[in-house]
């Protein structure tokens, strides 16, 4: 289960059916290797979760599918032909949109003005407010939200109307793929519900979903298909089908590597509780390392400066 995938079999696998498809895509800063072979096929209707710590390469691969940065290895493809954005403006007209972690939100601008912010719609010199409160009321209604003031702002709405207003946006401007960048990081247990069922609305609309998250009890709550990202490589690429929630928290966890620590800790003694006299100097004994633990910690420090 801790190695990616190489090709899958059955209606799952069948990149006719795929809006976006990462192929073998890497990315390079100079020697320094933020993504290496990364294969991801996103579907519709289908919610895609890619998970990994700080690090992992989540954000790299954001910004290659956002338009903000170009892979210098692999393919990417929408809908089955080979494309490269040069811009955040090509990727949005491709019908890919992103929702990031600070939601592009003006707090001090109404809701309606945050809905159509940047795609205004005009009448004469002017605006046409009325008719972008209307659209605003209608779609944000299709996704079950309720704001009676839409000349409200923004920052005074809870941080899961927030990504719901962000949500709307992206699909009634034509997003067919939409990626949302930890969106109940900073949301409590009540408000994250909120946010995981507007993700299952915009899967049930049609839309592909990539679901970046570093908590899989949220992932496997919606999630299709699970990606874990490790030091910019894929570790876990698995459908709901094929794994458990305990899987896959160990996966995200370290899997084989917790178990490693396990076994190098368990000699420590958990329930020992030291007290120091006021006054006394504290001398911290460094844990010595055999020949074999420093190899392997030389192993790994140089595996991440790649």
């Avoid at 605006?127 to 839409?150: F, R, W």
């Avoid at 927030?162 to 949301?187: H, K, M, N, S």
């Amino acid at each position: 289960m801790s190695t990616a995938t190489a090709e899958r079999t059955g209606s799952h696998t069948t990149s006719d059916e795929a809006l976006l498809e990462l192929d073998n895509i890497g990315k390079s800063y100079g020697n320094v290797h933020a993504l290496r072979g990364v294969n991801i096929h996103v579907r519709q209707g289908e919610v895609t979760c890619v998970l990994g710590d700080n690090g992992a390469g989540k954000s790299t691969l954001i910004k290659i599918i956002a338009g903000l940065h170009d892979y210098t290895e692999g393919t990417m493809k929408i809908n089955g032909i080979v494309r490269r954005f040069g811009s955040p403006r090509a990727a949005q007209a491709a019908g890919i949109a992103t929702v990031y972690q600070d939601l592009a939100l003006a707090p001090l601008m109404s809701v309606w003005r945050n809905f159509f912010l940047g795609n205004e719609i005009r009448r004469g010199l002017g605006l046409d407010i009325e008719k972008m409160k209307q659209i605003c009321d209608a779609e944000l209604t299709k996704m079950g939200i309720a704001i009676p003031d839409l000349d409200r702002p923004v920052g005074g709405l809870s941080g899961g109307q927030r990504q719901c207003i962000a949500i709307a946006r992206a699909i009634y401007f034509g997003a067919r793929v939409i990626i949302l960048d930890e969106p109940t990081a900073a949301l409590g247990v009540k408000q994250s519900g909120v946010v995981l069922k507007y993700i299952v609305a915009a899967r049930d609309a049609g839309l592909g979903v990539i679901f970046i998250t570093h908590n899989p009890h949220h992932a496997f709550l919606v999630g299709n298909h699970f990606i874990i990202l490790k030091l910019g490589r894929v570790v876990l690429d698995a459908h709901r089908d094929e794994l458990t929630l305990d899987q896959l928290t160990a996966e995200m966890a370290g899997g084989q590597e917790l178990e490693e620590l396990s076994h190098e800790l368990r000699g420590v003694d958990v329930d020992k509780v030291v007290d120091v006299k006021q006054g006394e100097r504290v001398h911290v004994v460094a844990p010595s390392l055999d020949q074999e633990e420093l190899s392997e910690v030389r192993s790994e420090e140089a595996e991440e400066e790649k």
